[in-house]
């Protein structure tokens, strides 16, 4: 699994399918999936198109394939390599190989949840939108805020130097329980809880941003880089920029 101990999708399975069975989710430009697709034992280089909770969509360069053919998935990220089972859905034959539509056949949950936290990353990612102007309140005269939206749960806010067209100056990510803070002038990234945020007001203090304990510091901080690197182009491409600063 790519991750242990958060995106644990055990027990929705069956509503994250029911969600979201229907889209279909185009990885960013930048976001590093690559992916092979293996036929009767031939692995062949593919163009991924997107990911959907059911499977996946390929272009693939050469002799084109057979509707229901078995086949295998490979996908890489970061050096992380993953098998997923599948059988070919849909075929369009193209003047130079074929663009694919793949249907998962997942063996057991762990497989299945595994995929769902690859795609999952993609999807909070692209759901960001902007929120209007007029529904943001302003309250530092020295700073401009702006307010993305997405997934439930999940907010990008940001800050610019005055107004509007100010320098960008830092973010909050917040993601259910955990949130992830980054500042032009300290260049890295902070992370915090909701309780530990809680616990600070109850003492009327600031809470403490920086690392978290174990396992889950790491995970919190690669799924921001990869949400990060999903960015729909509703989001400014220089916040874009200045967010995925803090991915490298």
């Given amino acids: 699994m790519l991750f242990s101990r958060i995106l644990d999708f055990k027990e929705s399975l069956a509503r994250q399918k029911e969600q979201r069975q229907a889209r279909r989710y185009p990885p960013g430009r930048n976001f590093p999936l690559m992916a092979t697709i293996e036929v009767e034992g031939e692995p062949r280089n593919a163009k991924l198109l997107d990911l959907s909770v059911?499977?996946?969509?390929?272009?693939?360069?050469?002799?084109s394939y057979t509707v229901g053919a078995e086949a295998k998935l490979h996908l890489m990220i970061d050096n992380r390599w993953m098998e997923f089972p599948c059988h070919i859905a849909h075929l369009k034959t193209l003047p130079?190989?074929?663009?694919?539509?793949?249907?998962?056949?997942?063996?057991?949950?762990?497989?299945?949840m595994?995929?769902?936290?690859?795609l999952q990353p993609i999807v909070l990612g692209s759901?960001?939108?902007?929120v209007?102007?007029?529904?943001?309140?302003?309250?530092?005269p020295t700073m401009h805020k702006q307010v993305f939206t997405g997934m439930p749960?999940?907010?990008?806010?940001?800050?610019?130097?005055?107004?509007?067209?100010?320098?960008?100056?830092?973010?909050?990510?917040?993601?259910n329980d955990y949130l992830v803070r980054g500042d032009a002038a300290v260049g890295v990234m902070q992370l915090c809880t909701r309780a530990r945020m809680e616990n600070a007001a109850r003492k009327k203090r600031a809470a403490t941003f920086g690392k978290l304990r174990g396992v889950i510091d790491?995970?919190?901080?690669?799924?921001?880089?990869?949400t990060m690197l999903n960015l729909p182009k509703e989001v400014p491409g220089d916040i874009r920029s200045f967010l995925q600063d803090f991915v490298d």
Avoid: C, H
């Fill in 54 to 63: 059911g499977g996946a969509g390929l272009q693939v360069a050469g002799p």
């Fill in 96 to 112: 130079v190989g074929a663009r694919l539509g793949l249907a998962a056949k997942f063996d057991n949950p762990d497989t299945e």
């Fill in 114 to 118: 595994a995929f769902l936290q690859l």
């Fill in 127 to 130: 759901a960001l939108r902007p």
């Fill in 132 to 140: 209007s102007l007029e529904e943001v309140r302003q309250d530092d």
């Fill in 153 to 175: 749960g999940t907010e990008l806010t940001v800050w610019r130097q005055y107004d509007s067209m100010g320098e960008l100056a830092s973010f909050l990510w917040e993601m």
């Fill in 218 to 226: 790491g995970e919190i901080r690669q799924l921001f880089r990869w």
